[in-house]
């Protein structure tokens, strides 16, 4: 792209500070919800430790939990295409896990953000 040509209208400039991001693991997540927003919990577990440790709390509008879980089948889709099939170990719904692979299903809500 042209750096005198502008900037699209709906383009975000964002700037990521290593001094002041927080940056944070998770291997496990944790969603409930009400009518009016969605509640995200990040959380760690580690072999040998009774409890798994919340380290982010992410409460977001359901607009906004809409579009990043159709930002996520996008990108999931996208690593797939590139690297292949994440294999979460045949433990998805039908097999009494609590997770399932987003390549499974389609874009939510006709695929609009």
């Known amino acids: 792209m042209d750096n005198n040509q502008p ?5 975000l400039s964002i700037e990521l500070n290593p001094q002041t991001t927080k940056v944070s693991y998770s291997n496990l997540a944790i969603i409930s919800h009400s009518r009016s927003e ?3 919990d990040f959380a760690t577990t580690l072999p040998g430790l ?7 709390r992410i ?4 607009e906004h ?5 159709n930002a ?4 999931v ?3 797939e295409a590139q690297f ?9 719904p039908q097999q009494g896990g609590g997770t399932f692979n987003l390549a499974d299903f389609g874009p939510f809500g006709g695929g609009k953000n």
């Open 38 to 40: 969605f509640v995200l």
């Open 72 to 75: 996520l089948f996008d990108n």
């Open 77 to 79: 889709s996208k690593y």
């Open 59 to 62: 409460i977001m509008t359901p």
């Open 65 to 69: 939990a809409k579009r990043l879980m």
């Open 50 to 56: 009774p409890k798994a440790l919340v380290s982010d």
């Open 84 to 92: 292949g099939v994440i294999d979460l170990g045949g433990k998805g």
């Open 7 to 11: 900037k699209p209208q709906n383009q």
